[in-house]
Nanobody, 122 residues
């Protein structure tokens, strides 16, 4: 069992930066692929980024590639999402998730946080 708690969301102007954090509790954190997903109002939840258990494999949605960076600290059971050059279309609730396989589809993730709101003003 893994429990996830996101933090770091907020209101930022377009072009600004935010760093999201996700704290995980439970055993064997380093065995889980960690992902970030987001859901904008009226839209389906979508993949943002993932990082494999040891951090050697990452992937990003095309919409955030080059602007967002996912990282993890297995010693602290933490995963991060550094978001730069934010755009209004990045506004969404951002969710942290843990899964057993490094894939982009939500069905591969077994544990989810409660989400943190990111609002980008234009």
């Amino acid at each position: 069992q893994v429990q996830l708690v996101e933090s770091g969301g907020g209101l930022v102007q377009a072009g600004g930066s935010l760093r999201l954090s996700c704290a995980a509790s439970g055993r064997a954190f380093s065995t889980y692929t960690m992902g970030w997903f987001r859901q904008a109002p009226g839209k389906e939840r979508e993949f943002v980024a993932f990082i494999s258990g040891r951090g050697g494999n990452t992937a990003y949605a095309d919409s955030v590639k080059g602007r967002f960076t996912i990282s993890r600290d297995n010693a602290k059971n933490m995963v991060y999402l550094q978001m730069n050059s934010l755009k209004a279309e990045d506004t969404a609730v951002y969710y942290c998730a843990a899964g057993g396989i490094a894939r982009t589809a939500m069905r591969h993730y077994d544990y989810w946080g409660q989400g943190t709101q990111v609002t980008v003003s234009s």
